[in-house]
């Protein structure tokens, strides 16, 4: 590898010119070279540095399957290789040529039954329910958008327990949102608090919490070329003392006895270990080692058992994480441990009526019987909800800006069912579901009415009404079937108006 020396011409920092022609700050290489990268390590770190990306992909359990990937991947003509530390995670790598479209544009994206997301991203989570053995947790990812490590959560509890996904970014909650109703996860709640100030509201209160921090972003280079040209030590210290606010509000957070996980896609050991030796120092959490995460790990382990993965260690993204316990007999032990209610929420519990209503109508229409408790189902208006298992326990506490799925709309003793309940629940309905062909899916998504072949109607004993809509034997949608036609109800924003597969080659069968 050739390692050009320059000069930025609106400065005088030198930089170091990757491979890739991205521009890393000599500053920064010096910095890394006195702090956490070894001098034989150099050349190895900054090859990596300056390569592209690999592609990865993660699938999501709660519609999919791994086996379900091979099949559809190897109709697709990829060559797939397991992600060490995550059972459903993988790496992909394809002709570009013969396989043109974009990841995010395949049906099988679309449907929710895979998520994109860099492999060593997947690390924190797999540190947080490593052996887990709590079959229904309350867990608060804090830093949440845009959902890939809150839709692993739920993949790997198969949408169990409950999860509060926070983001500050008031911008950012629509996508987290649009990710969550993608994926079928109905154990969710969405709330929009600053972390630093999240402990004040739900204290000692989470089986689990994490906290993927907002960070310098160093290992991000092979993604944003120029992500490390411009660095600054200033920069760093700011944002440590940020994450040192943050990892504490988490902390506390957490219940005697739980779990935390703090990480960062950053490499800097002010944003890494030092933040987690502040931990140390102001509170009794203890480590809980690495090591045996997966096997490889101590490619990465640090001496403290937190992993530094540096790009060049598993072809990947850089990452830290680190992971601690609260001790059982550890807790606040003052009046900030008292819950506070602030909130009244528009939801009511559903009547006795309302719920034999929509359970009737869910097993008569689609054959699916309500998998739910009664206390679950959450009214609001003529909105029929599904709540997260533990969202009563606090939501009084916090504004809570989306819960759950929403089911129904009902109209006097008519029901209608929503984009959400047909993404969330469809995959348990046993009729009036009808399969899509390639084209009916390209004018679905264009946001077009679908003609319906009348034998398929006919050997399905399909009636008029609300209808779901599957492709490739996956339920991803609805609409409302009148004589032979269904009416598009794919919400607008999912609209693709120039939307095309069947160029695509590979494609495989369509059911």
């Known amino acids: 590898m050739s390692i050009n020396h320059s ?39 900054l090859a990596a540095c300056g390569k592209p990306l690999r592609k ?17 991947a190897n109709n697709y003509g990829w060559s797939v290789t397991p ?19 974009a990841l995010g544009n395949c049906p ?52 169990r327990g409950t999860i509060l996904a926070n983001e500050l970014s008031a911008s950012r909650l629509k996508g987290l949102h649009a990710n969550l ?16 100030k999240f402990s004040s509201f739900l204290p000692e209160q989470f089986d689990y919490v994490l906290l993927d921090a907002p960070c310098g972003g160093e290992g991000t280079v092979r993604k944003d070329i120029n992500a490390l040209k411009d660095w600054s030590l200033e920069s760093v210290n700011q944002l440590a003392e940020l994450q040192k606010q943050l990892i504490i509000s988490a902390y506390q957070s957490l219940k005697p006895g739980g779990r935390m996980v703090y990480s960062t896609c950053t490499l800097s050991p002010e944003e890494n270990q030092q933040v987690a030796a502040f931990l140390l120092q102001q509170t009794d959490a203890k480590v809980v080692s690495l090591k045996d995460l997966f096997s490889g790990a101590e490619k990465s382990l640090t001496n403290e058992g937190y992993l530094h993965v540096l790009p060049h260690h598993y072809d990947s993204e850089g990452f830290f994480v680190s992971c601690f316990s609260k001790p059982e007999s550890q807790s606040l032990n003052n009046d900030s441990t008292t819950l506070k209610k602030i909130y009244d929420s528009p939801f009511m519990p559903v009547s006795q009526k309302e719920y034999k209503l929509v359970k009737e109508f869910m097993n008569q229409r689609f054959s699916i019987d309500m998998p739910y408790k009664k206390e679950q189902i959450k009214q609001r208006d003529n909105e029929i909800w599904l709540f997260p298992m533990f969202n009563d326990e606090i939501n009084p506490y916090i504004k809570i800006n989306r819960s759950g799925i929403k089911l129904f709309r009902l109209y006097g003793k ?10 969330g629940l469809g995959r348990l309905a ?15 998504m264009q946001g077009k009415a679908v003609d319906c072949d009348d034998k398929v109607l006919a050997q399905l004993k399909l009636t008029d009404g609300d209808i779901l809509l599957s492709f490739n034997n996956s339920v991803f949608a609805c609409g409302l079937l009148q004589k032979n036609r269904i009416k598009n109800a794919l919400p607008r924003d999912m609209v693709k108006d120039n939307y095309q597969f069947s160029s ?8």
């Open 56 to 72: 990865s992909v993660r699938i999501n359990c709660i519609k999919s399957s791994v086996e379900d990937f091979k099949q559809w």
């Open 430 to 444: 046993k009729q009036n579901t009808y399969p899509l062909t390639v084209h009916g899916f390209e004018e679905y």
């Open 7 to 45: 000069s930025n011409s609106d400065s005088d920092n030198k930089t170091v010119q990757l491979e890739s022609g991205g521009l890393v700050s000599q500053d920064y290489l010096d910095h890394a070279k006195s702090t956490f990268l070894e001098a034989q390590s150099q050349d190895d770190f």
């Open 108 to 159: 099988e994206h679309i449907q929710g039954l895979f998520y994109i997301q860099e492999a060593s991203s997947m690390l924190p989570v797999e540190a947080l329910l490593h052996q887990n053995t709590i079959a229904d947790p309350l867990i608060v990812d804090l830093a949440a958008a845009p959902g890939s490590k809150t839709t692993q959560l739920a993949s790997i509890l198969d949408n």
């Open 83 to 101: 992600i060490p530390w995550c059972e459903t995670g993988f790496w992909i790598d394809y002709d570009e040529q013969s396989f043109s479209m």
């Open 181 to 196: 109703v993608r994926c079928g996860i109905n154990n969710t709640s969405i709330c929009h608090l600053d972390a630093a």
């Open 414 to 423: 008519k029901i209608r069912i929503t984009h959400e309940f047909a993404s």
């Open 504 to 511: 695509i080659t590979g494609t495989g069968t369509a059911m």
